[in-house]
């Protein structure tokens, strides 16, 4: 077949066809077929809820056609001998054919991170919203200045290193103006991420205290026990002592019980026993010790100490009540007698609420 030999734009017609059936071939199969063949796949699967399934699907979604068809047009294009300026232009295509399709699939990833991450904490959705939402805007403002630096250095060929210089001075003069709404933005994104405390959490920062009610890109504001909103800004926040009292274990509770001078000998042997007795009745409540712990300027003091189980403060509550009234219904009858100053509580007896 003497006409395949024939040349045409400097390659003949068999170099012609062997190019185009490459071109089908691979935009076909890479591009129409391949694709297909996944989604196909991946909406069969029985276990389409995964995290992996849902970003592969994601990414095949994400991979746009006109990228395969540069994709086949380039490789097609390296069999044939064409002028050098149509090869370079191919090749710049291909080059920014994929830096925008990687910045796709960079932003598919991304956004499948955010979902799984406002997932995975309910009732905390709209904060990891907005602060995922902060770093989701900054992530894909550095993808797509990546992607124009690359585009503009293959297709015009310029040295960059200027232009990167200039926009380097000019982002710390930026920085530098907007330093403070930086600071908050980085130290909410801290707290997104680290999550020191979350919404709902009743902590205390340094002598004030209340119930979280919103974390922001700003400022965390809480509701305190008075009913005043708390305004404190993200990187004051950090940078302070932050005590979380949601997450306690559970609670000590000491006192003191001070009891006569006059109580015979054999009732003070008897008054850790009775004090035992009475936080015992109680439950999700554990005793720790009494002891005799002292003689004071009126009465003699015995120092008691129990753990409730739970760290909800209306149990902490409940149980005290009741095992104080218990206290008093056991000495009155045994006939142990109350100094004046009744059941002083020590520094520790009046735990956080």
């Not at 095949?60 to 380039?74: S, Y």
């Not at 380097?168 to 933005?185: E, K, R, T």
């Amino acid at each position: 077949m003497e006409y395949l030999s024939q040349i045409f734009l400097g390659n003949s017609l068999e170099s012609w066809f062997s190019a185009l059936i490459i071109f089908l071939l691979a935009y076909a199969v890479v591009g129409i077929l391949g694709r297909a063949i996944l989604l196909r796949l991946i909406h069969t699967r029985r276990d389409r809820s995964l995290p992996a399934t849902e970003l592969l699907e994601s990414l095949v979604k994400r991979t746009n056609l006109i990228f395969l068809l540069l994709l086949a047009l380039f490789i097609a294009s390296r069999t044939l001998v064409l002028p050098p300026s149509l090869s370079r232009f191919l090749e710049v295509l291909a080059v920014v054919a994929f830096v925008l399709q990687f910045v796709f699939w960079a932003l598919a990833i991304l956004d499948f991170w955010i979902r799984q991450r406002v997932k995975a904490e309910p009732g905390q959705e709209a904060v990891n919203a907005t602060t995922l939402g902060a770093v989701s805007l900054l992530a894909k403002i550095a993808l797509w200045s990546l992607a124009v630096l690359i585009i503009l250095q293959n297709v015009t060929q310029m040295d960059l290193n200027a232009l990167i210089a200039a926009l380097g001075v000019g982002g710390v003069a930026i920085a530098l103006a907007v330093q403070n709404i930086l600071s908050d933005l980085f130290s909410s994104i801290s707290i997104s991420m680290d999550k020191p405390f979350v919404l709902g959490d009743d902590i205390a920062v340094d002598d004030l205290r209340g119930t979280v009610e919103n974390i922001g890109l700003k400022s965390t504001r809480l509701r305190s026990v008075s009913g005043e909103q708390l305004i404190f800004s993200n990187s004051d926040l950090l940078s302070s002592r932050v005590q979380n009292f949601q997450r306690l274990q559970r609670r000590r509770i000491a006192f003191n019980v001070n009891v006569s001078y006059q109580t015979p000998t054999e009732k003070l042997l008897s008054i850790p026993t009775v004090l035992q007795e009475s936080i015992e009745t109680q439950k999700q409540v554990t005793f720790s010790q009494a002891y005799f712990k002292e003689f004071g300027p009126t009465a003699l003091v015995f120092e008691c100490a129990y753990f409730v189980e739970v760290p909800d403060f209306q149990v902490h509550m409940n149980a005290r009540h009741a095992i104080n009234l218990e206290i008093c219904q056991r000495f009155a009858a045994q006939g142990i007698e109350l100094a004046y100053a009744g059941m002083l509580p020590t520094a520790s007896s009046n735990p956080p609420r």
